[in-house]
């Protein structure tokens, strides 16, 4: 009995169930005498599948809209009034199996949330107590110990607090490799182990995991309309009633009633409605898969026309981590160990941001580094240290000049260095220039390949927006190939830019992942987030967030967005080209109400299988998206 209950739920019911009316109608009026039996039997397949479209149209009528449910239900009855049974139960069964292939097909553009939602963890095993307990995903705590064995999802968002291990992230950030895991690293609920055994220490449980936020885009963004969409909505409230008059003038006209009924029929703009929300919601699908957010069919559509892209320079450009590249030496029989120990010892006690590297430099060098005895910073010029009675200058030449230190080689090389897109520093001791160390940000391994993808697909300029120093701006900006350059920028500097380049017209993309580019996210028309995954508030703010540091996934994007802007107007031209064709056919004889029913959905069918194409993936590989003719030498970058 449930087993039935649900079959006559379905959405295949009612089209089976008029369809065996209409067969067993074929089938009687091929037996003497049962002409009247054929006729009820074909009135009852009418009534069955046209029951619902009734209703939808009289609910419709209720809120002042006259829609497609309205023009069938017409046409249908009109057709029993004249006692052309056979196509009253030809045109409600065709639209009915027209709606559940529609409902069918437009389930699997869904796919990509429904999947998102089937990854979403059911239980976690926790330690309590010092055992290991299962519970609810949703009944885990924050700071609670989470256990993740090899092939169990991950419950929650955390931290790994002991252990080791490969994630499989695709579901977040769309990596198609498992990355390793280890103390210390972030990992994300919905995610799956491939190896090792983790502790994790909760930060975000239930709705408070990325997932969930990324659930909960991704609804909102296939909901969200478009201004194609909102046109067309607007353009059919004015299209169904000029169907409707025409097919009364056109029945008055011709004396047909059958004429007008068909006329009606044939006018339903089903294809043409359904033609831009179903690219949309397979465009964001595909794009959740890959680990790329879109905020909606706005931006979507907004992205798709996207010629300049400006890119803050570090985090994004490069990995947003100094590292020392080199160490020179100028002082007579002074070694490169001896300028490093002594340009550590100073900055040991110093809370200036190139510390880090230093430090780090010396510990993989072996050093023994020892706190100084004082530090002072020298605000413009660099910082001098007292260890053990001598005096240690690190700074630029400015500072060694203030203490009476005059060095040309090392002035000399310091600005060799600065030409080259490092940031030097000269190191003093005992009343002597030592020698010159360099800083550099490394440039990601993918921003070559990722303004070169960029260009292909057909962003004209990509623009590098920085607040570092000109000779560092240009030569990231030469080692990445972007078209210009504008270099010490504070925040207003990024802004003012921006919206520069919006007023001479064009359509800017802004890319940071700092609060400094915040105003120039704000001002874009649209703002994109990299490695979105770790925060909530670029995953909820962002018009387009890419959840990993991938590159790629920027022109992965922007092409995506095109590519749905074509279907979009190939389905409205297929919709518009289906209606012109049929509505001459009527006028030159030969297309019937039923022959119209069925072509209109078709095309509908054909406008869906179209949009589903997006939902094939088009994976970006390094290197993959270099032009040939990009081999050839680019024009230096303008500096703006």
């Given at each position: 009995?449930?087993?039935?209950?649900?079959?006559?739920?379905?959405?295949?019911?009612?089209?089976?169930?008029?369809?065996?009316?209409?067969?067993?109608?074929?089938?009687?009026?091929?037996?003497?005498?049962?002409?009247?039996?054929?006729?009820?039997?074909?009135?009852?397949?009418?009534?069955?599948?046209?029951?619902?479209?009734?209703?939808?149209?009289?609910?419709?009528?209720?809120?002042?809209?006259?829609?497609?449910?309205?023009?069938?239900?017409?046409?249908?009855?009109?057709?029993?009034?004249?006692?052309?049974?056979?196509?009253?139960?030809?045109?409600?069964?065709?639209?009915?199996?027209?709606?559940?292939?529609?409902?069918?097909?437009?389930?699997?553009?869904?796919?990509?949330?429904?999947?998102?939602?089937?990854?979403?963890?059911?239980?976690?095993?926790?330690?309590?107590?010092?055992?290991?307990?299962?519970?609810?995903?949703?009944?885990?705590?924050?700071?609670?110990?989470?256990?993740?064995?090899?092939?169990?999802?991950?419950?929650?968002?955390?931290?790994?607090?002991d252990g080791t291990g490969a994630i499989d992230q695709a579901s977040i950030t769309g990596e198609s490799v498992p990355v390793d895991k280890r103390i210390g690293d972030q990992v994300f609920a919905g995610t799956i182990s491939r190896g090792g055994f983790l502790r994790v220490e909760a930060t975000g449980v239930g709705a408070d995991t990325t997932l969930a936020r990324i659930i909960h885009r991704v609804e909102e963004a296939q909901d969200a309309k478009a201004p194609t969409q909102t046109f067309m909505e607007k353009f059919s409230r004015w299209y169904t009633p000029g169907i409707i008059v025409l097919a009364v003038v056109a029945g008055l006209a011709?004396?047909?009633?059958?004429?007008?009924?068909?006329?009606?029929?044939?006018?339903?703009?089903?294809?043409?409605?359904?033609?831009?929300?179903?690219?949309?919601?397979?465009?964001?699908?595909?794009?959740?898969?890959?680990?790329?957010?879109?905020?909606?069919?706005?931006?979507?559509?907004?992205?798709?026309?996207?010629?300049?892209?400006?890119?803050?320079?570090?985090?994004?450009?490069?990995?947003?981590?100094?590292?020392?590249?080199?160490?020179?030496?100028?002082?007579?029989?002074?070694?490169?160990?001896?300028?490093?120990?002594?340009?550590?010892?100073?900055?040991?006690?110093?809370?200036?941001?190139?510390?880090?590297?230093?430090?780090?430099?010396?510990?993989?060098?072996?050093?023994?580094?020892?706190?100084?005895?004082?530090?002072?910073?020298?605000?413009?010029?660099?910082?001098?240290?007292?260890?053990?009675?001598?005096?240690?200058?690190?700074?630029?030449?400015?500072?060694?000049?203030?203490?009476?230190?005059?060095?040309?080689?090392?002035?000399?090389?310091?600005?060799?260095?600065?030409?080259?897109?490092?940031?030097?520093?000269?190191?003093?001791?005992?009343?002597?220039?030592?020698?010159?160390?360099?800083?550099?940000?490394?440039?990601?391994?993918?921003?070559?390949?990722?303004?070169?993808?960029?260009?292909?697909?057909?962003?004209?300029?990509?623009?590098?927006?920085?607040?570092?120093?000109?000779?560092?701006?240009?030569?990231?900006?030469?080692?990445?190939?972007?078209?210009?350059?504008?270099?010490?920028?504070?925040?207003?500097?990024?802004?003012?830019?921006?919206?520069?380049?919006?007023?001479?017209?064009?359509?800017?993309?802004?890319?940071?992942?700092?609060?400094?580019?915040?105003?120039?996210?704000?001002?874009?028309?649209?703002?994109?987030?990299?490695?979105?995954?770790?925060?909530?508030?670029?995953?909820?703010?962002?018009?387009?967030?890419?959840?990993?540091?991938?590159?790629?996934?920027?022109?992965?994007?922007?092409?995506?967005?095109?590519?749905?802007?074509?279907?979009?107007?190939?389905?409205?031209?297929?919709?518009?080209?289906?209606?012109?064709?049929?509505?001459?056919?009527?006028?030159?004889?030969?297309?019937?109400?039923?022959?119209?029913?069925?072509?209109?959905?078709?095309?509908?069918?054909?406008?869906?299988?179209?949009?589903?194409?997006?939902?094939?993936?088009?994976?970006?590989?390094?290197?993959?998206?270099?032009?040939?003719?990009?081999?050839?030498?680019?024009?230096?970058?303008?500096?703006?």
């Amino acid at each position: 009995m449930t087993r039935f209950n649900g079959f006559l739920t379905g959405r295949w019911a009612v089209p089976i169930i008029s369809g065996t009316l209409i067969i067993a109608s074929w089938i009687a009026s091929g037996l003497a005498g049962a002409h009247a039996v054929a006729n009820g039997l074909m009135l009852a397949a009418a009534v069955v599948a046209g029951w619902r479209i009734a209703r939808g149209a009289v609910r419709a009528l209720m809120v002042r809209d006259i829609g497609i449910d309205a023009l069938v239900t017409v046409a249908a009855v009109g057709a029993i009034l004249i006692g052309n049974y056979w196509e009253a139960a030809a045109v409600t069964f065709l639209f009915a199996v027209g709606n559940a292939l529609e409902s069918a097909t437009l389930n699997k553009t869904r796919s990509a949330l429904q999947e998102l939602i089937a990854v979403a963890p059911d239980e976690a095993v926790v330690l309590r107590g010092g055992e290991q307990v299962t519970v609810g995903a949703a009944e885990v705590d924050a700071g609670e110990i989470v256990i993740v064995k090899n092939g169990a999802k991950v419950p929650v968002d955390g931290v790994v607090v002991d252990g080791t291990g490969a994630i499989d992230q695709a579901s977040i950030t769309g990596e198609s490799v498992p990355v390793d895991k280890r103390i210390g690293d972030q990992v994300f609920a919905g995610t799956i182990s491939r190896g090792g055994f983790l502790r994790v220490e909760a930060t975000g449980v239930g709705a408070d995991t990325t997932l969930a936020r990324i659930i909960h885009r991704v609804e909102e963004a296939q909901d969200a309309k478009a201004p194609t969409q909102t046109f067309m909505e607007k353009f059919s409230r004015w299209y169904t009633p000029g169907i409707i008059v025409l097919a009364v003038v056109a029945g008055l006209a011709f004396r047909d009633v059958e004429l007008a009924l068909t006329l009606l029929v044939i006018g339903c703009p089903g294809a043409l409605v359904i033609s831009i929300p179903v690219s949309i919601v397979s465009g964001i699908g595909r794009a959740a898969r890959d680990g790329i957010l879109i905020k909606g069919g706005e931006f979507l559509e907004t992205a798709a026309d996207i010629d300049l892209v400006a890119v803050d320079k570090t985090g994004t450009l490069t990995v947003g981590e100094p590292r020392l590249v080199d160490v020179i030496p100028v002082g007579e029989g002074v070694t490169r160990r001896e300028v490093l120990a002594a340009a550590a010892r100073a900055e040991a006690g110093s809370e200036h941001p190139l510390a880090a590297p230093i430090l780090e430099a010396a510990r993989d060098g072996g050093l023994s580094v020892a706190l100084p005895d004082t530090v002072e910073s020298v605000p413009g010029k660099g910082i001098r240290a007292v260890a053990d009675g001598e005096l240690i200058l690190v700074g630029n030449p400015a500072l060694l000049e203030q203490f009476g230190i005059d060095s040309p080689d090392a002035a000399r090389v310091a600005g060799e260095l600065a030409d080259g897109g490092t940031t030097p520093m000269i190191v003093a001791a005992g009343g002597r220039a030592l020698g010159v160390i360099a800083v550099a940000d490394e440039v990601r391994d993918m921003a070559a390949d990722m303004v070169a993808g960029l260009h292909r697909i057909g962003v004209k300029d990509v623009v590098m927006l920085t607040g570092d120093v000109e000779p560092v701006a240009r030569a990231i900006g030469g080692a990445t190939g972007v078209d210009e350059i504008r270099a010490s920028l504070l925040p207003e500097g990024k802004y003012d830019a921006v919206e520069s380049y919006r007023a001479a017209g064009r359509t800017v993309a802004m890319v940071g992942d700092g609060v400094n580019d915040a105003p120039a996210l704000a001002a874009a028309d649209i703002g994109v987030a990299m490695g979105a995954a770790g925060s909530a508030v670029a995953v909820e703010s962002a018009d387009i967030a890419l959840m990993s540091d991938d590159l790629l996934k920027l022109p992965e994007a922007i092409d995506l967005a095109k590519r749905t802007n074509r279907v979009m107007k190939q389905n409205i031209f297929i919709a518009l080209l289906t209606v012109a064709v049929l509505l001459a056919g009527v006028f030159a004889g030969g297309v019937t109400m039923a022959i119209g029913m069925l072509v209109h959905e078709l095309s509908v069918l054909v406008v869906i299988v179209n949009a589903m194409r997006l939902l094939r993936r088009r994976k970006f590989a390094t290197g993959s998206l270099i032009p040939a003719s990009s081999t050839e030498p680019r024009s230096p970058a303008r500096v703006a």
